[in-house]
């Protein structure tokens, strides 16, 4: 029956309903606001679509006609010589989605196979053949040495090597760049992408496509022919600086396509973003460049023409999605955004939590003494929560019928009363008149007494004389030594007062609660209708049942009624009323 239970069962949150203008407004803008936060976010950043990420490939071609002046030196005489270069000359095929545009050069023409001095720089200077090392191979120099300290030019002497001579000088890029006029070439990149998982694919040239167009950031952005200079401009780059040492700029094509069939829009954006580093020191080697030779035949000798080669590499990035309506990733979005609206619960918990009782007791906000919101939100923590103490066996609870709070003692006793323990004081829980009717009392009033007014007989604040029997720590005059070992003694040595007075079992109330032994049964069959109790067993039970009766009478709360410690006064008078036919009282005993 109970896995049964278990299996069908059901557990329900329960749920407390505060009814307030205030909080109940609150509650409702968080929801509106977080709907509209929902919707806002499913319509722009179309959440009810499934994504896919781009495929690509790429294909550019470069435009463009420059001019280079040089002077070249023959039979002893300088010229100007004039070449025209088209773009086989200053264009370089690159793996990937790359190109490159030679923006600057450096040549050494007329290298062959022999030995020469290196170029003089402080590894390869020397003064005789000891500085130089033969078959040595240095990562910086040209050749291989052969071992011998040759003249270089005048007085300068340098390591011989077996190398391309004459060797490559050592020299800074011309200023300004020789092909400067690139500034004005033109580049078309076909861009073709595709979506496999959507099943389409388009391309960023259009159907009749003005070939003489030029891309313009804000009048022609769909335009895939790019100047290179303006580029440049785009970055906030000057063209002409970048081409003297050369660098690295990126071309990024965005692709955010909705391919549902009433809003499709498939389109690319163009931007541009510098790669390289154009802050680092001259030192670091800045730029980009590299090294090629053109080889030839001269009187049946090989010779090559070695040019080092300043240019700017476009690396074309390519990415984005493409988003088609998928009815699961909608049912997914929204179940995921239900626990959205349970903010409002959270912050108005967080409210009533900090403005309430743990609060104002510590005394960090001031004003819930006399704040209105102070005050309501200590009524609904309250209603909403219920402090409950880590059950422990050193926890106890006691109550003195002359104090207005209970007393939380919560470490072990060694041999000290429970009478002169001061413990930590805690708010009796507060009365609640609908448990009146579970009270034992007689449904009818007692016939009035001839000659006694009609007035309640509280308990007066009288000394009771004290006996030579009744122990020091006793107030009322009616407790008892106790019966228990020394080592557990100290647990009952309690009073029902802090200070001396009347003593609690002489309230009228007293006789009522606790022992009434008509009042006693009825409880014991309320509980168990066909209880049958055995002579011998009836007083057990009727004064455990006693003992609850007065736990619960005067700690209210059941959490601690389990822990309360009843004055020896009480217990004693108990007893006296449901005795034991033989053997010692056990005594209070810890429910965990």
Not at 97 to 112: A, R, W, Y
Not at 178 to 187: G, K
Not at 317 to 338: A, E, H, P, R
Not at 368 to 382: H, K
């Amino acid at each position: 029956m109970l896995a049964r239970g278990q299996l069908c069962g059901y557990n329900s949150v329960r749920v407390l309903r505060i009814h307030s203008v205030w909080i109940g407004t609150l509650k409702n803008v968080f929801l509106v606001g977080t709907c509209i936060y929902i919707c806002f976010a499913l319509v722009s950043d179309k959440l009810y679509q499934r994504k896919e990420p781009v495929i690509s490939s790429v294909h550019t071609k470069v435009k463009g006609i420059a001019e280079v002046k040089e002077e070249v030196v023959a039979d002893g005489m300088k010229r100007l010589v004039r070449t025209v270069l088209d773009t086989a000359d200053y264009t370089f095929p690159l793996q990937g989605n790359s190109f490159f545009v030679m923006t600057n050069f450096l040549k050494t023409e007329g290298q062959e196979q022999r030995l020469c001095p290196e170029y003089p720089t402080r590894r390869t200077l020397c003064s005789s053949d000891r500085g130089c090392k033969k078959g040595w191979m240095d990562p910086q120099s040209k050749g291989i040495q052969t071992g011998r300290c040759v003249v270089y030019r005048g007085n300068q002497k340098t390591c011989e090597v077996a190398a391309w001579c004459p060797i490559e000088a050592v020299e800074e890029a011309p200023r300004p760049a020789r092909l400067s006029s690139a500034e004005n070439f033109t580049v078309l990149i076909k861009n073709n992408v595709d979506f496999p998982g959507h099943n389409y694919t388009t391309r960023n040239i259009l159907p009749g496509l003005n070939i003489t167009c030029t891309f313009h950031k804000t009048q022609n952005p769909q335009c895939p022919i790019f100047r290179l200079g303006d580029i440049f401009r785009e970055t906030g780059d000057n063209f002409s600086d970048v081409a003297i040492q050369g660098g690295i700029m990126g071309i990024e094509i965005y692709w955010d396509c909705n391919l549902d069939s009433w809003s499709h829009h498939c389109r690319p954006k163009y931007s541009f973003r510098r790669l390289d580093d154009k802050t680092t020191n001259e030192s670091l080697y800045p730029g980009y460049n590299f090294r090629y030779a053109k080889y030839y035949k001269e009187n049946n000798v090989e010779k090559r023409t070695l040019i080092k080669v300043f240019g700017i590499r476009f690396d074309i990035l390519v990415f984005g999605t493409g988003g088609k309506f998928d009815i699961i990733q909608l049912v997914v979005y929204v179940g995921s955004t239900l626990s959205y609206f349970g903010l409002a619960t959270v912050f108005i918990d967080f409210l009533i939590n900090t403005y309430s009782s743990p609060v104002c007791r510590s005394r960090v906000y001031p004003c819930c003494t006399c704040c209105q919101p102070c005050a309501v939100n200590e009524y609904y923590y309250r209603k909403k929560c219920e402090p409950i103490v880590e059950p422990k066996p050193t926890l106890k609870y006691v109550s003195f019928v002359d104090e207005s709070h209970i007393r939380m003692i919560d470490k072990q006793l060694l041999g000290k009363s429970l009478q002169h323990v001061k413990g930590q004081e805690v708010p009796r829980p507060p009365l609640d008149f609908t448990d009146l009717t579970k009270l034992p009392l007689s449904l009818h009033d007692p016939p009035p007494i001839p000659g006694q007014p009609e007035e309640m007989q509280p308990l007066r604040e009288e000394v009771t004389p004290k006996s030579r029997d009744r122990p020091s720590w006793c107030k009322c005059g009616s407790c008892l030594p106790s019966q228990l070992p020394e080592r557990r003694r100290c647990l009952e040595e309690l009073c029902c007062r802090r200070k001396p007075g009347a003593c609690i079992t002489t309230s009228q109330l007293f006789g009522k609660l606790v022992l009434s032994r008509h009042a006693l049964q009825c409880l014991l069959l309320y509980q168990e209708p066909l209880l049958a109790l055995e002579a011998e067993d009836t007083n057990s039970r009727l004064r455990h049942c006693a003992y609850r009766c007065y736990t619960t009478w005067r700690f209210g709360s059941q959490d601690m009624a389990d822990f309360a410690i009843l004055p020896s006064c009480c217990r004693w008078r108990i007893r006296r009323e449901f005795p034991k036919s033989k053997g010692q009282y056990s005594g209070f005993r810890s429910p965990y």
